[in-house]
């Protein structure tokens, strides 16, 4: 399976018992399969933030304007639910298999950053990304509310703070 961001192999991970598609290495985008986002609902706020521990290559073009592909589809392209330039981060999901695709790369750089100012930068991340960004869907509709409410058990997942 390849990155739809940068096209670089993705490399299957596990943790939790949930399988996830990382692109390791290069850009740190996550594939999260339907299935596996499932499963993440029941799972402890925190249980996925070892995925978070690899290294970004500097420079990768991730394409940011473009819609992206999904990677499991492969023809269908990525609906984009939202986007932070100042968090580095985004988060779009497929409408034909309804795989999340979630760009986190702001994040990973937080965690390799140095000890002193990780809590704060950690704490601002998470706060911008659940009361701004998921908060700012348009929750009124059924659909959007649904998959805010899987965005949020993925970020829950992979926040280390717990
Ligand atoms: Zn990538
Ligand atoms: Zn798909």
Redesign the pocket.
């Known amino acids: 399976m390849k990155?739809p961001?940068?096209?670089?192999e993705l490399t299957e991970d596990k943790v939790s018992g949930v399988q996830v598609n990382v692109?390791h290495g290069?850009?740190?985008?996550l594939w999260f399969h339907i299935t596996q986002t499932r499963k993440i609902e029941h799972l402890k706020p925190g249980a996925g933030s070892a995925l978070l521990h690899f290294e970004l290559a500097d420079g990768?073009k991730?394409y940011r304007g473009a819609e992206h592909p999904c990677p499991h589809c492969k023809t269908t392209l990525l609906y984009r639910h939202f986007y932070s330039r100042k968090f580095d981060t985004e988060v779009n999901q497929c409408a034909k298999c309804s795989g999340f695709w979630i760009d986190v790369g702001g994040l990973v750089k937080i965690i390799n950053s140095q000890q002193e100012e990780r809590k704060e930068l950690l704490e601002k991340y998470f706060t911008a990304i659940m009361s701004e960004k998921i908060s700012g869907m348009n929750l009124g509709n059924q659909d959007v509310a649904e998959a805010a409410a899987f965005i949020t058990a993925i970020f829950n997942f992979l926040n280390p703070q717990y």
């Open positions: 990155c961001a940068c096209e670089n692109c290069s850009c740190g985008g990768v991730t």
